[in-house]
Nanobody
Framework: QVQLVESGGGLVQSGGSLRLSCAAS????????MGWYRQTPGKQRELVAN??????NYADSVKGRFTISRDNAKNTVYLQMNGLKPEDTAVYYC?????????WGQGTQVTVSS
């Protein structure tokens, strides 16, 4: 069983920064793709960034502002968010893809005030 626990969300002013963390427990390997998604009310969950052995992938809306990284020894993935905008306000979810399926965290709220 895989469990993901996110932390680091909160309220920040426009232009500010936040760092999200996601600690994974269970059978997680370095080749498992891990990522961050976000969702706002009435909209579909969207990919923000993911990280795999071959590299990283970002949504166009966050390129140059957000950075995803991973500490395999700690089974933890991070999302450094700089230059935050009000449109970044959402619940952010951590996810990992495994051979037994996709797992999700409970989500952490990020609110950016203008």
């Amino acid at each position: 069983q895989v469990q993901l626990v996110e932390s680091g969300g909160g309220l920040v002013q426009s232009g500010g920064s936040l760092r999200l963390s996601c600690a994974a427990s269970g059978r997680i390997f370095s080749f498992n793709v891990m990522g961050w998604y976000r969702q706002t009310p009435g909209k579909q969950r969207e990919l923000v960034a993911n990280i795999a052995i071959i590299g990283t992938n970002y949504a166009d809306s966050v390129k140059g502002r957000f950075t995803i990284s991973r500490d395999n020894a700690k089974n933890t993935v991070y999302l450094q968010m700089n230059g935050l905008k009000p449109e970044d306000t959402a619940v952010y979810y951590c996810s990992v893809k495994t051979s037994s399926g996709d797992y999700w965290g409970q989500g952490t709220q990020v609110t950016v005030s203008s």
